[in-house]
């Protein structure tokens, strides 16, 4: 279609990992700045999915806090905190207090329990899936 001043602009538009929709590009954010401040790399999950994932997790660490046993592993790989950290296993650049992450079922919101960061990431590649981690 085309205007008396031209042709019509069409924002790009991305669809959403998580709910699917397909949303102009303001609506993501960037997961990767340069050294220069430069936004490099885009979300593939809108802000509104981030936005309602992460009110899910502050609820959830509201009704099931923080282990506060030191001798407290992680069901999946069965480490630590103390052993984690001196495998060299965590990264510890965006400032987090502890190695572990709070694991929920994505679909029922159910708690499943803390689990280490490197589980949690693992999880994310097996599709949510302990056993098959484990495995």
């Given amino acids: 279609m085309s205007f008396a001043w031209g042709e019509k602009f069409e924002p790009e ?9 397909f949303k102009t590009l303001d609506n993501y954010g960037y997961r990767s700045h340069g050294r220069d401040g430069t936004k490099t790399e885009q979300r593939n999950d809108c802000k ?9 997790a502050k609820k959830l660490k509201l009704s099931h806090p923080y282990p506060d046993d030191s001798d407290y592993k ?3 790989c069965k480490y630590t905190e ?12 965006q400032g987090k207090k502890t190695v572990f992450r709070i694991d929920h079922d994505h679909v029922t919101k159910e708690f499943r329990g803390w689990i280490c960061d490197y589980c949690n990431n693992g999880l994310s590649r097996f599709k949510d899936s302990p056993e098959i981690l484990k495995n």
């Fill in 82 to 93: 103390a052993e984690i950290k001196a495998s060299g296993a965590f990264h510890n650049k």
């Fill in 48 to 56: 509104s999915c981030i936005r309602e994932q992460s009110t899910e």
């Fill in 13 to 21: 538009t991305k669809k959403c990992i998580k709910c699917g929709e």
């Fill in 74 to 76: 992680c069901p999946i």
